[in-house]
């Protein structure tokens, strides 16, 4: 009968160990995947916050022309 608890609680143990371990790697991800949400979510912002104003006064000049230069002078760039 001692042989069975003693399964018993191994099992209960490695199950406890494995959630603890589960839990600790997640909770790191976790924070790694919020900070690359954020750095993406501010790249996309400031690129946004320099593009639409050169692309609305392309618009506002009513020449096609200026706005596709427009529009291919910011493909591939990189902005602080």
């Known amino acids: 009968m001692s042989f069975i608890w003693l399964i ?12 603890a371990a ?3 790697t ?11 949400h954020m750095k993406a979510f501010y790249v996309a912002e400031s690129d946004g916050n320099y593009s639409v104003p050169l692309l609305a006064s ?11 230069a427009t529009i291919a002078s910011l493909d591939n760039q990189t902005f602080q």
């Not at 018993?8 to 959630?19: E, T």
């Not at 392309?58 to 596709?68: F, P």
């Open 26 to 36: 997640g909770t790191t991800y976790n924070a790694a995947y919020k900070t690359y």
């Open 58 to 68: 392309a618009i506002n000049t009513d020449n096609a022309t200026t706005l596709t």
């Open 22 to 24: 589960y839990l600790a």
């Open 8 to 19: 018993g609680v191994l099992l209960a143990m490695s199950v406890i160990g494995a959630a």
